[in-house]
């Protein structure tokens, strides 16, 4: 059977894998040019023989420091590199993606300019006014005018202006879409006091993204770890990454590494290249990696440079999950099986959505249930993996291309059914299952979740007067990813978000949930007052003047917002405001 579904993946012909080669911190320089021409030359070398043909990457990022200085004449150099990188592994020009590292400023350029903003940038609402004032951003971003020229030649269509400062872009490669964000973490960057002096924005993620941004594969790049950040942002975008993004590359600290943050049900994996060139005698590296699209796992391929042996050599290998909550519900699973499965419908929807562990394993020669997790040695293991693929696949639909997501599950249930109808010592034992499987469905299916969401409420509220707040988010996580809710229930579990993150007075949580909630439709009087609410706790007052009149046009109940109001106006000085509520 092993044989069997080596065949049928072929014959299909529909992507498998997604690969990627990382580089970053080449720190192009015209003085050392012969030094490093060595080390570089070699690294081509080296990608050539081993990531050339099929095993050729589909996408090259690059994470920043391309120059030493940020002087033309040394874009210069790295284009000749680049120019060889794109030959070498045949990736097309668009497919190739940069972001800024601080090596790629002209630090001499507007140093009264950078120095102000650096200091005047002690919180989110003055960090908001940059990113809201074009003139000040052109003139911070007057350092990185070769990059943006440099980045600017090497696509087919530019992406930067003189004051640019949202950048994405979306392909379509292999049946799938990916939106990468390309963030800018070096521009207030100045000198060695770098460190806990720089932002990102939170507008350069949150403008980026759209209502239908999770119908791609989100990957974002971004130069430095979020340590370097100001300290009021750090937990901020570091929330905002984990909650908007899949996958991140970075740079920055010479040293590769993988690694992975968790937060509720989401997880982030980052991936930080080591510097392709920081001198001969240095453990130069870049690394190439991998993501099965079939199952959501992937390796990292790392590589080091020996001086000794001017050579680069696989230097570790690691492997890594990429973990998605499912956005197809029960019914949505259920029709899809039933539409397919004429045997086992109620097994196999079951066990995709994680409703039963019991699976026929190979065992002593013989086919037995165990629980799915049960990590037996043997080689022919091939139903778990299709369960496994049917799983990731219910998590990763929308970023398919939707005929080739549909072949790709009509595929894999079908050679699940027929691996579970050879197994007939297992028949009777398999029908009960199917026929339990039927029951738990009926139940689950039919369950109303207006009642559910009523007792969800009781709940929430219970772990706020106990101030477990990380337990009432985790409740109304599990929920938005959850089985049947309508859209007015998922409006509701947003405004419970921002309800919970009000009580618990944090700040980040209020900011986080502020863009979850103002990105819905058409805003009620009553979401419009829980804004204006949570703009006042951040002291974001003309935001919360403003959403408090919206409500207030909408018919909102001016007695119970009056405290509110008065607050607001108090910090604003608005007459309209003050005369609605006397």
Known sequence: ???????????????????????????CK???????????????????????????????????DISFSGKKAEFDIAQDFIDRLLEVTLVEKDHIFFVPGNHDIERSEEEDAIVGARASIKNLTELDRI??????????????????????????????????????????LKSI????????????????????????GLQQIKNCIDNNHFEHLVVALIHHPVSWLKEFEEVLIENTLIEDTHIVFRGHVHQGDISSIEKNNDRLVIFTAGAAYESRASVNSYSFGKLNLLTGKGEKFSHSYSGATNSWNLSGTNSWNLALSPVLNSEEIYSLVTSIVTEYPNYISCIIMNLKADVPRKFQDEYVLLNKSANLDHRNEEIVDFIDQLQWLTCFQYIWEATDWEAQFKRIVLSLEMSLISITKLTDELRALDQESGMLLNKLLNTSSNNAINSLDDSIMDFISTREFDSAYNLIEKWEHGVDLKNGEKRYLKRKKLEVALTEKSNKNIQLNICDLKALPDLDREELLLLSHAYYQIKMYPDAETTILQAFELGADIVQARHLARAIAGQTGNRQLVEKVM
């Open 1 to 27: 059977m092993k044989h069997k579904k080596k065949q049928v993946h072929e014959a299909q012909g529909l992507p498998k894998e997604l690969k990627w080669l990382h580089i970053s911190d080449f720190h």
């Open 30 to 64: 015209e003085n050392i040019k012969w030094s490093q021409d060595l080390v570089l030359n070699n690294l081509l070398n080296d990608i050539e023989r081993k990531y050339s043909g099929e095993s050729r990457p589909d996408l090259i990022f690059v994470t920043g």
């Open 177 to 200: 879409k990916i939106k990468i964000l390309l963030l800018d973490s070096a521009w207030l960057a100045h000198d060695d006091t770098d460190c806990r002096n720089l932002a990102v």
């Open 131 to 172: 990113y809201s004032n074009p003139k000040r951003l052109k003139t911070l971003y007057k350092r990185q005018k070769n990059y943006r020229d440099f980045v600017n030649a090497n696509r087919s269509k530019k992406i930067y202006t003189d004051d640019s400062s949202i950048h994405n872009i979306t392909i379509e």
